[in-house]
């Protein structure tokens, strides 16, 4: 455990709900928390690359909890490797289940990127209840490669599900040159190609969207650049144009690339974040 003016900041590994263990990285602020941000990182990621974002939020008043997704980042697992979505979402699950014994009655809102934003997005579907909102970043609902090739994917997954397919261009996730030189000089990301098996579980994760965005209550903030070449903003604004949520937000930043938390620009998308969060915790809280 570290402390920095006002924020505490811990790292520890926590078993998974099937004995995996499973890393997480925590900011608090030293005084009381008004709410809980868990943060799920998608490919290319771990929860590393949200330093400076949890620290932010800390000292705005909110415990943050970010994980390494199984088989990412410092978490056991085969490397990025899984056959269905729920091994994923089941971390999460964890994550949110420590951060709510850590911080018994506050409104916890979970933060998903990209794929991982998929995941959180299940999850949700799935657990509308425990939670009090969604924030998805650059949400991989919709991605740069044809139909045909994504179900050529899927086929394949049940043939040789440990292939190497997916390999994300490392370039397109910034326009900060140190952002990008250190994903490419970090060992647990700069190789990083998705199997077969992962890939159809994400395509498989994105119909079952299709069909239940309706479904989504909660409060949902969607952000989403407009020069992203990883995931297509068209996947965000189909998000918020079907979500059932009588609170939804869909905020579209010109000229900004995939990782919005750490591209160029990033504290006026930190700013909108902390103030949607500030606005619903307020209302919760009634503080």
Not at 44 to 71: K, P
Not at 238 to 265: C, M, P, Q, R, V
Not at 270 to 283: I, P, S, Y
Request: net charge negative.
């Amino acid at each position: 455990m570290t402390k920095t003016i006002g924020v505490t900041y811990l790292e520890e590994c926590q078993k998974g709900r099937d004995g995996m263990n499973i890393f997480v990285r925590s900011w608090r602020p030293e005084d009381s928390a008004r709410g809980v941000v868990a943060i799920v990182h998608g490919f290319n990621s771990h929860s590393g690359y949200y330093q400076s974002v949890g620290e932010e939020l800390a000292t705005s008043g909110f415990a943050v909890y970010a994980l390494d997704l199984r088989g990412r980042g410092k978490s056991d697992g085969e490397r990025y490797f899984i056959r269905d979505i729920h091994e994923y979402t089941n971390d999460v699950t964890a994550l949110v289940e420590l951060a709510k014994s850590r911080e018994p009655g506050l409104p916890v809102f979970v933060l998903g990127h990209s794929a991982g934003g998929v995941v959180s997005c299940i999850y949700t579907l799935e657990h509308q209840s425990e939670i009090a909102g969604l924030i998805c970043e650059s949400f991989a609902f919709q991605v740069y490669a044809p139909d045909f090739a994504l179900a050529v994917l899927k086929g394949l997954s049940h043939i040789a599900p440990h292939a190497h397919v997916l390999r994300l261009p490392i370039k397109d996730f910034s326009r900060d040159p140190s952002v990008v030189g250190a994903m490419n000089n970090d060992p647990m990301v700069a190789h990083e190609v998705q199997p077969t098996s992962t890939v159809a579980a994400m395509v498989r994760a994105d119909e079952r969207l299709k069909q239940e965005f309706s479904l989504m209550k909660l409060p949902v903030l969607i952000l989403h650049g407009s020069e992203d070449k990883v995931t297509k903003p068209q996947g965000s604004q189909f998000f918020f144009d079907n979500a059932g949520s009588a609170d939804k937000t869909l905020k579209l930043y010109e000229g900004h690339y995939h990782d919005l938390l750490n591209d160029i620009g990033k504290d006026l998308v930190l700013g909108d974040l902390r103030g949607w969060l500030l606005a619903r915790t307020a209302r919760t809280t009634h503080a």
